[in-house]
């Protein structure tokens, strides 16, 4: 990937890229409520760390600098971004349907309430596919990334 381009697309998170011997570290600022799967970050070392800002975590995703597992890194990267600000998505569209749903409660008469209907066919469709798309859930990617404190780090 074009170095560029990992920068302009990840700059609302990026917080520093280190180059120690032979390893490379991208840190990255990710709000608390954020997941990483263990499926996205394959052939990568995640540290968490204190950040400044409330709310806020540091994550140091490390790899032997080589352009390959730079290119692995980039990715993993940008599928933690991508899976995270559409489960942001998804929560927000939640709530405003269901704010939505308690409006027509609330404005509907019982016997109009009895007759409606919910067409969801196309929901198990949809959400296998998700998954499998962007490369979380399935047999190995269930749960999430196991992430050692730099505390532990330096005992070692």
């Known amino acids: 990937m074009i170095y560029y381009n990992f920068i302009n697309n990840t700059k609302k998170y990026l917080k520093s890229v280190r180059v120690i011997k032979d390893y490379i570290s991208f840190d990255m600022t990710f ?19 204190k950040s400044e800002d409330e709310g806020k975590m540091v994550i140091s995703f490390v790899s032997q600098f080589g352009e390959e597992s ?6 993993s990267i940008q599928s933690i ?28 008469k019982l016997d109009n309430l009895k007759g ?26 269930d749960g999430e990334v196991e992430v050692s404190n730099d505390k532990e780090r330096d005992t070692n």
Do not use: A, C, H
């Open 31 to 49: 709000p608390n409520t954020w997941s990483i799967l263990k499926s996205q970050t394959k052939n990568v070392e995640v540290i968490k760390s």
């Open 116 to 141: 409606l209907k919910f067409d969801i066919n196309e929901y198990n469709l949809i959400s296998d596919e998700t998954e499998n798309e962007y490369g979380y859930g399935g047999e190995d990617g």
């Open 70 to 75: 730079i290119n692995n890194l980039e990715n």
């Open 81 to 108: 971004i991508k899976y995270n600000i559409e489960k942001e998505e998804k929560e927000m569209l939640f709530k405003n349907k269901v704010e939505e749903l308690k409006r027509i409660f609330e404005s509907q």
